[in-house]
């Protein structure tokens, strides 16, 4: 199948399974979407016992496929434009030290003792992989995901505070993540012996840094233009070149294309800046346009993430590693957020409920999958940390998503 013909299918199934979820199930559009490519999958993988061609026409478009481009390279940067754009700025400068604090540091520690913790529960199942390879399951499950938190958290009347918090440290810690897992996937295809420590540094600020100058540079030149025509049309045609523009230029000059993003969106997204650059009626537009974008993305993202399930390999080990990584997900973030929580309480306002909150709010979603696929096909251990980051992702936005606004009420009225 062309390319046109499987993005016009997935838009078709995305539609289908929106009216449904509107219609009859009135869940979340995040998780309604993926619990219905879920069971659709599911319903394939049955069918191929009773009608296999199905099941092979099913397989055979999901392998053609590739998740990893369609999303790092094509749906990410409108996905985290669109999301830093309608961000609420103040609030996030208001509560910066504690994102920066999580973002960084938290992601960092959080892949050591994931990857660490992986490793011995592999080992205890009978599963020889590297330590290396635990290391790269810990940087791609670490970051909590924007798309998947923008989509669910809104609504789970989460505490305002603990909310941006969230939010803000989703929007800045996948491109942490990013960064450091390929930072780690170039040490595992060098070899450990062969990479220095100021090759990692000097790879991880021209990434993380130069993410970020680039983002506030694409964001000003957007501002420029913006701010000197009143063409609504005009403008909204300006926001989509320079993210799709500024998204490919990022990845030739080797810096890290989400971070810019995210730094861009957010700068455009200031009130000031919005007020200053747009009138009314282009402001209105260019709200409105990534609105519908950011709706469109995240539809098609989560049909694909539930359609992914018919071309995993399961193996009954596999099924019990990833039950222990969801635990060890779990365990891990909230042992890290209680941590810097306490070594930073003389300077980050937090109450005592903020990490059982900021734990079960942590989702992941489609970034998670993205990077686990992007593995060398080569390597034997691929197809056990995809399914491991699958697990964890469909328990995150199924069974946390569900359940958080639950959680709220039941922590907050305790």
Same mark, same amino acid.
């Given at each position: 199948?062309?390319?046109?013909?499987?993005?016009?299918?997935?838009?078709?199934?995305?539609?289908?399974?929106?009216?449904?979820?509107?219609?009859?199930?009135?869940?979340?559009?995040?998780?309604?979407?993926? #619990?219905?490519?879920?069971?659709?999958?599911?319903?394939?993988?049955?069918?191929?016992?009773?009608?296999?061609?199905?099941? +092979?026409?099913?397989?055979?478009?999901?392998?053609?496929?590739?998740?990893?481009?369609?999303?790092?390279?094509?749906?990410?940067?409108?996905?985290?434009?669109?999301?830093?754009?309608?961000?609420?700025?103040?609030?996030?400068?208001?509560?910066?030290?504690?994102?920066?604090?999580?973002?960084?540091?938290?992601?960092?520690?959080?892949?050591?003792?994931?990857?660490?913790?992986?490793?011995?529960?592999?080992?205890?199942?009978?599963?020889?992989?590297?330590?290396?390879?635990?290391?790269?399951?810990?940087?791609?499950?670490?970051?909590?995901?924007?798309?998947?938190?923008?989509?669910?958290?809104?609504?789970?009347?989460?505490?305002?505070? #603990?909310?941006?918090?969230?939010?803000?440290?989703?929007?800045?810690?996948?491109?942490?993540?990013?960064?450091?897992?390929?930072?780690?996937?170039?040490?595992?295809?060098?070899?450990?012996?062969? +990479?220095?420590?100021?090759?990692?540094?000097?790879?991880?600020?021209?990434?993380? +840094?130069?993410?970020?100058?680039?983002?506030?540079?694409?964001?000003?030149?957007?501002?420029?233009?913006?701010?000197?025509?009143?063409?609504?049309?005009?403008?909204?045609?300006?926001?989509?070149?320079?993210?799709?523009?500024?998204?490919?230029?990022?990845?030739?000059?080797?810096?890290?294309?989400?971070?810019?993003?995210?730094?861009?969106?957010?700068?455009?997204?200031?009130?000031?800046?919005?007020?200053?650059?747009?009138?009314?009626?282009?402001?209105?537009?260019?709200?409105?346009?990534?609105?519908?974008?950011?709706?469109?993305?995240?539809?098609?993202?989560?049909?694909? #993430?539930?359609?992914?399930?018919?071309?995993?390999?399961?193996?009954?080990?596999?099924?019990?590693?990833?039950?222990?990584?969801?635990?060890?997900?779990?365990?891990?973030?909230?042992?890290?957020?209680?941590?810097?929580?306490?070594?930073?309480?003389?300077?980050?306002?937090?109450?005592?409920?903020?990490?059982?909150?900021?734990?079960?709010?942590?989702?992941?979603?489609?970034?998670?999958?993205?990077?686990?696929?992007?593995?060398?096909?080569?390597?034997?251990?691929?197809?056990?940390?995809?399914?491991?980051?699958?697990?964890?992702?469909?328990?995150?936005?199924?069974?946390?998503?569900?359940?958080?606004?639950?959680?709220?009420?039941?922590?907050?009225?305790?």
């Amino acid at each position: 199948m062309e390319l046109f013909q499987i993005l016009t299918l997935l838009v078709v199934i995305s539609a289908i399974f929106g009216y449904i979820n509107v219609r009859f199930l009135k869940l979340p559009t995040t998780i309604g979407l993926m #619990i219905m490519a879920l069971i659709f999958s599911l319903l394939m993988i049955f069918f191929q016992f009773v009608h296999p061609a199905w099941a +092979v026409f099913a397989k055979e478009l999901v392998a053609k496929i590739d998740f990893t481009t369609v999303l790092m390279d094509v749906m990410l940067s409108f996905l985290l434009f669109a999301g830093a754009l309608h961000t609420n700025v103040g609030l996030i400068r208001a509560e910066k030290r504690s994102i920066a604090l999580f973002a960084l540091v938290g992601v960092v520690i959080s892949t050591f003792m994931i990857g660490s913790l992986i490793f011995y529960v592999s080992k205890w199942l009978g599963l020889s992989i590297d330590y290396l390879y635990c290391l790269l399951f810990g940087a791609l499950i670490s970051p909590t995901d924007p798309i998947a938190v923008l989509g669910i958290l809104t609504k789970s009347n989460v505490p305002k505070k #603990i909310e941006i918090n969230i939010v803000g440290e989703s929007l800045f810690n996948d491109g942490v993540g990013v960064v450091i897992f390929f930072t780690i996937l170039e040490i595992a295809k060098l070899g450990a012996e062969n +990479v220095t420590v100021i090759d990692v540094a000097k790879l991880f600020m021209q990434e993380a +840094v130069g993410g970020i100058f680039f983002g506030l540079g694409l964001g000003y030149v957007m501002y420029r233009l913006l701010k000197s025509i009143d063409d609504y049309e005009a403008e909204v045609m300006i926001t989509l070149a320079l993210v799709m523009g500024g998204y490919f230029l990022a990845h030739e000059l080797h810096t890290s294309g989400p971070l810019a993003m995210v730094v861009a969106g957010l700068f455009m997204g200031s009130s000031g800046m919005k007020q200053d650059a747009m009138s009314e009626t282009t402001e209105l537009y260019v709200d409105k346009f990534w609105e519908l974008i950011d709706v469109l993305m995240n539809a098609v993202l989560f049909v694909l #993430i539930g359609l992914e399930i018919l071309v995993l390999e399961f193996h009954v080990n596999y099924f019990f590693a990833g039950l222990a990584a969801i635990v060890i997900v779990l365990a891990s973030r909230y042992l890290t957020i209680h941590f810097l929580l306490r070594i930073s309480r003389n300077w980050v306002a937090a109450d005592k409920e903020a990490p059982l909150i900021m734990t079960w709010g942590g989702l992941r979603g489609g970034l998670s999958i993205a990077m686990a696929l992007s593995l060398p096909a080569e390597w034997d251990a691929k197809p056990y940390l995809v399914f491991i980051t699958y697990a964890v992702v469909l328990f995150s936005i199924i069974v946390q998503g569900l359940t958080l606004e639950k959680v709220v009420k039941r922590i907050y009225q305790s």
